[in-house]
């Protein structure tokens, strides 16, 4: 029973998540859904709006960053079980990334708007591309691991959830952060570019590339030098911008 329950808990949160997830594609571009980054707030002047959403990013970029760190998991690990460890993470987020979409302020100062319908519809082809690439990105490293989902399955048919073995699927041939790339293209495809959209996008970025250096000192502990020839024969975000500089620095 109790292995079941880890497992119906893990498939619960998954799908949680991807009814949260789901809301996002809608909530960034826009469109669909009753409430978005430029729709459905409260009215509150600019600067109120600015304190909210600015809080709103910070306890999403804790919550995100803190529970991902080896030492945070080695002490919650000791109150939650190792199988649902992860899952647990999804959770956080997921209600992280909610509170964010329910309590988020628009803030409508245009900053740019393009106005050539041709062009509009490039950068919203874009933009939905960029949601693909995500999904696609998760895919190339087990996406049901990534989620908690695996973890739990194996718990459930008793067998230990071993590490993974360090690969480069596909694009992660190109760049090390295929998701991140993902992520900031999604960020900024806007045909539409509001204060606020800009705030989040300018933020999230910004988290992005605080959060390399973090994630990739815990990769290059669990993998070492292999992670360390990786890392100085591929770009982080940029494909091909390594090779650029380095033949920059032999010319």
Known sequence: MKRFATLAYAVLVYLFFFAVFSYA?????????????????????????????LGLLALF????????????????????????ER????????LAMLALFVFWEPIPVVVWSIGDPVLRAVVHTAHFGAWGLLLW???MIDHLDLFGVRQALLHFRGRPHAKSLFSTPVLYRFVRHPIYV???????????????????AFLCTAYI??????????????????????????PALVPGLRGRAARGKAA
């Open 209 to 234: 590339l605080l959060a390399i250096p973090l994630e990739e000192r815990d990769l290059v502990r669990e993998f070492g030098d292999t992670y360390r020839t990786y890392r100085a024969s591929t």
């Open 61 to 84: 970029a804790v919550q995100h960053s803190l529970m991902a760190r080896p030492g945070f998991k080695r002490v919650w690990t000791r109150i939650v079980p190792p199988a649902v």
């Open 25 to 53: 594609i809608g909530f960034v571009a826009d469109a669909f859904v009753p409430k978005t980054i430029d729709t459905g707030g409260r009215g509150l002047a600019p600067a109120m709006a600015l304190c909210v959403d």
């Open 182 to 200: 993902a992520w900031t293209l999604i960020f900024w495809t806007a045909p539409t570019m509001t204060a606020g959209h800009a705030l989040f």
């Open 137 to 139: 990105a998760t895919c």
């Open 87 to 94: 899952a647990t993470y999804v959770l956080f987020s997921s």
